[in-house]
């Protein structure tokens, strides 16, 4: 039996990004007629779980969900002051969930409907590089990120309520629901 060479591929496809250069792109075997292909160029790069790669999107939702629920167990005390300004619905009507699995990260607050996550942020935030990839990749997904630090939600929730307000509307509307607690 004669074999033939395999055919060369063609122009930029194939031989990797090396080839373009000249340079030919190492093979598994450096047999003459017997040229493999390089892998992948994905297959160089470690697992994204953000593309539904690398670990297993539901043990990644299970050990996601099992930690936002330990975090909505034991907030801190600016989470819960924030919480208590916006939930059951006190905004106009727009729901907020707390310590939400979006994608591989847990967020603070989230308003679905207005694409619109919140944050309660102490000092290890500061300069965090996790952040800023974190809050990029969520913009990317079409959420706007607001952030307040502990001491303004504690200090000043008046401000944040009405910074809220107009993150969501495009207007500082003030018409909070009355409810049992505010009654009493």
């Not at 007629?33 to 779980?49: I, K, L, M, Q, W």
Request: proline share 8%; glycine share 8%; with cysteine.
């Amino acid at each position: 039996m004669n074999r033939q060479p395999a055919p060369s591929p063609l122009a930029g496809e194939g031989w990797g990004e090396g080839a373009r250069d000249g340079h030919r792109a190492a093979t598994a075997k450096s047999q003459p007629g017997n040229v493999t292909a390089p892998p992948h160029p994905a297959a160089a790069r470690p697992p994204s779980p953000a593309r539904g790669e690398g670990e297993n999107a539901a043990t990644l939702s299970q050990t996601l969900r099992g930690r936002a629920r330990a975090m909505r167990k034991e907030p801190t005390e600016a989470e819960r002051k924030l919480w208590h300004l916006v939930r059951d619905r006190r905004f106009s009507g727009f729901k907020f969930r707390r310590q939400v699995p979006i994608g591989r990260y847990i967020v603070d607050l989230v308003c679905l409907e207005k694409r619109l996550i919140v944050e309660a942020d102490g000092g290890q935030h500061a300069e965090n590089a996790h952040d800023v990839v974190r809050d990029a990749w969520l913009a990317v997904q079409g959420f706007r990120i607001r952030r307040f630090w502990n001491a303004d939600i504690l200090q000043r929730p008046d401000e944040v309520r009405d910074t809220l307000w107009h993150d969501l509307d495009g207007v500082a509307r003030i018409e909070p629901t009355e409810t049992a607690e505010m009654r009493s």
